[in-house]
């Protein structure tokens, strides 16, 4: 019988932290690299920015919601609200031209909060 291999809970926190940061690169980056536009059209798409954001908004939803029940302790969560209504805003609501305004903050917060909740695991999980 084969058993599924199933990636350690520390590895999906660690990768949902790098897309945080990648996210927040990429919204630090545009002003700089907008003179390289047509060599970087996947890089800087609309689109790009889309899944990356609700990709890291999903992971972050379900693993902080995970540790939440380990650790009862809800600022992770509130956090990543906030993020997720910072990003929202920044590429649903608001003009183009301030969108850097709301979704750089919000990926920084939303690093935060998997920083929070990664000092919160820590304290309950002994791995």
């Known amino acids: 019988m084969e058993q599924k291999r199933v990636l350690p809970t ?5 990768a949902g932290l790098w897309l945080s940061i990648l996210c927040t690169i990429h919204c630090l980056a ?6 390289l536009l047509p060599f970087l059209g996947s890089f800087i798409s609309h689109e790009f920015e ?3 954001v609700n990709v890291s908004v999903v992971l972050a939803f379900v693993l902080l919601i995970k540790d939440y029940r380990m650790h009862r302790m ?5 956090l990543v609200g906030v993020a997720t209504t910072l990003n929202f805003l920044g590429l649903y609501v ?3 031209d301030l969108e850097t305004y709301f979704v750089v903050p919000g990926a920084l917060v939303m690093a935060l909060a998997y920083y929070v909740n990664w000092r919160y695991h820590s304290r309950v999980c002994p791995h």
């Open 94 to 96: 608001v003009d183009h």
């Open 74 to 78: 809800i600022l992770p969560l509130l």
């Open 10 to 14: 520390q590895t999906w926190h660690k």
């Open 50 to 52: 889309h899944i990356l």
């Open 30 to 35: 545009m002003p700089f690299i907008m003179a």
